[in-house]
């Protein structure tokens, strides 16, 4: 029942049971309340999978935004920037997650599936 009703009639309006245009028939909870406790969610989770890192949750928040949107992420940079840590973490924040790492240099590629 996530039906989405739109007033038909401009005096649907200024009637006192009028529901807001985008509000779901049988939706209690306001659109502003859901989307910030999303955001709240979303901002703790952060903070859980950048526990111990030091200046890394930008990286964090857009590999997370990556994944939840489906994409994939690539993280390059020098060792011990804890690229790998944070691919991990990333991992774990889901349920069953389609997780593989490259170990990449000059004389191998090395695949990790977990």
């Known amino acids: 029942m996530n039906k989405t009703f739109y007033p038909t009639s401009s005096n649907a309006s200024h009637h006192k049971s009028a529901r807001q245009p985008g509000r779901k028939i049988g939706d209690n909870q306001p659109q502003a309340s859901k989307k910030t406790d999303r955001q709240t969610r979303v901002r703790a989770l952060i903070r859980a999978l950048g526990d111990g890192m030091h200046e890394r949750e930008e990286i964090i928040a857009?590999?997370?935004l990556g994944a939840m949107c489906g994409q994939n992420s690539f993280l390059y940079g020098p060792p011990g920037t804890a690229k790998s840590l944070i691919s991990r973490?990333?991992?774990c924040a889901f349920e069953?997650?389609?997780?593989?790492e490259y170990l990449m240099n000059r004389f191998?590629?090395?695949i990790h599936n977990q």
């Open 96 to 100: 069953a997650p389609a997780y593989f």
């Open 89 to 91: 973490r990333l991992a």
């Open 62 to 64: 857009v590999a997370l």
């Open 108 to 110: 191998r590629v090395r």
